[in-house]
């Protein structure tokens, strides 16, 4: 293929992925637009004519450069690759951040559900005790108290477990939010 002819094959999905070789971009032109979609947000012409002729001491880039920037869209392209990378680290973050919550969520409803075991076998363990009590043995006065500890440490257990299955709750919530964000983005 001489310089300056289009490739051969031209990439259908151009429109909707402005980052790939355009029909009728001809090899080196995009060749030198991949160069400088590469370099990130903090690109320019100059730096990725430097780059690619390792000339650090150049001042400009040839007109060739300049004109297929501009007649190829480089700078909107470029943005649009810049947009498509930092949703896709987005995305990245916001699936580890919905793992981390799923993990806390069944640490949270493993210890809470133990949590209430232990509180309810206190409690039975009470009650067969004043069951087998003669009343002689009984303090009246320790008897509600003991009633109390247990049903708070039970009470707690539950809430603690209803706070894990909660966070559930905010975890469909960011799917949906991301599946909306898809849907219009």
């Known amino acids: 293929m001489q310089t300056g002819e289009p490739a051969e094959s031209s990439v259908p999905c151009a429109a909707a992925l402005p980052w790939v070789q355009r029909p009728g971009e001809c090899f080196r032109a995009y060749a030198h637009f991949a160069a400088y979609r590469d370099l990130g947000p903090g690109r320019s012409l100059l730096r990725a004519w430097r780059q690619q002729t390792g000339n650090e001491r150049a001042t400009c880039v040839p007109g060739r450069w300049t004109q297929w920037s501009q007649v190829h869209g480089w700078a909107a392209r470029a943005a649009a690759y810049d947009a498509h990378l930092e949703l896709q680290v987005r ?59 247990a049903a708070a440490v039970l009470d707690s257990s539950l809430n603690a477990e209803a706070e894990a299955i909660g966070v559930r709750r905010l975890e469909t919530l960011l799917d949906n939010a991301s599946d909306e964000d898809q849907a219009s983005g």
Do not use: D, S, W
């Not at 990245?92 to 409803?109: G, V």
């Open 91 to 149: 995305k990245q973050n916001e699936a580890a951040h919905i793992a981390e919550l799923a993990a806390f969520r069944e640490r949270a409803r493993k210890a809470a559900t133990h949590c209430a075991e232990i509180a309810n076998a206190a409690l039975l363990r009470a009650g067969e005790r004043l069951r087998t009590l003669e009343p002689h043995e009984i303090e009246p006065g320790m008897v509600p108290a003991y009633l109390r500890v």
